[in-house]
């Protein structure tokens, strides 16, 4: 069975500084999908990312940026110089190949403050 | 693109009533649907898979006769939540994954109140 750990509940940061949201998975798959969600107030899951357990190599895009560590398994998300606008609930979640359901994370809250 | 839409985005409805969800992919064809439901400050849980033109799957615990799901062309999917009670009221999410795709698009969701 596949399990993702969001251990944070909830960080709270001033605007403009920098947060990392921790993600830790389990998978017995050799081949499998990780993802981050972004769910802000109005309930929409928006999605980050999507990478392949295949590839390790570590992603940026504008402020976002995300650390794959196969051998510890984790994927880490950092936002840089974090905005209002960042404030939401982020979810982490794991797919197995060919199985495409989406095990989530309890995810963490993010209350950016001005 | 990658667009998924849902309706109605809110419902309140009495005890007893049946309530039907839908869910489309508005710019690309959905060979699977899946349907999840979230409690306040609490993660997903999936409720059913769908594809087009077959039955659903079920996860255990979740009533198929309570929660009906047809998934009758590639861009439209429906709940249906028959006879709802209180303890249905949730915020019901759907989303959609194209042929080629692992990843799953989600519609802005669905609260759903039962009196």
């Known amino acids: 069975a596949q399990k993702v750990t969001q251990a944070q509940t909830e960080i709270s940061v001033v605007e403009k500084e920098d947060v990392t949201l921790d993600c830790v998975y389990e998978t017995r798959d050799t081949t499998y999908y990780l993802f981050w969600y972004k769910q802000p107030p109005s309930g929409e899951l928006v999605f980050l990312i999507r990478?392949?357990?295949?590839?390790?190599q570590n992603e940026i895009s504008g402020r976002y940026s995300w650390n794959f560590q196969k051998s510890t398994s984790s994927f880490n998300f950092t936002i840089t110089a974090s905005q209002v606008v960042d404030s939401a609930v982020y979810f982490c979640?794991?797919?197995?190949?060919?199985?495409?359901?989406?095990?989530f994370g309890a995810g963490t809250t993010v209350t950016v403050r001005a | 693109g990658a667009v998924v839409s849902q309706h109605p985005s809110r419902v309140i409805c009495k005890s007893g009533t049946s309530v039907k969800i839908e869910c489309r992919s508005l710019?690309?064809?959905?060979?699977?649907m899946f349907w999840y439901r979230q409690f306040p400050k609490q993660s997903l849980m999936l409720m059913a898979t769908s594809n087009e033109g077959s039955k659903a799957t079920y996860e255990q615990g979740v009533e198929k006769d309570k929660f009906l799901i047809n998934h009758a062309s590639l861009t439209l999917s429906t709940l249906t939540v028959t006879s709802a009670h209180p303890e249905d009221s949730s915020f019901y999410i759907c989303?959609?994954?194209?042929?080629?795709?692992?990843?799953?698009?989600f519609g802005p969701g669905t609260r759903l109140l039962v009196l």
């Open positions: 710019d690309f064809q959905a060979t699977t």
């Open positions: 979640a794991l797919s197995e190949f060919n199985d495409y359901k989406l095990s």
């Open positions: 989303s959609a994954r194209g042929r080629s795709t692992e990843t799953q698009y």
């Open positions: 990478r392949n357990s295949f590839d390790e």
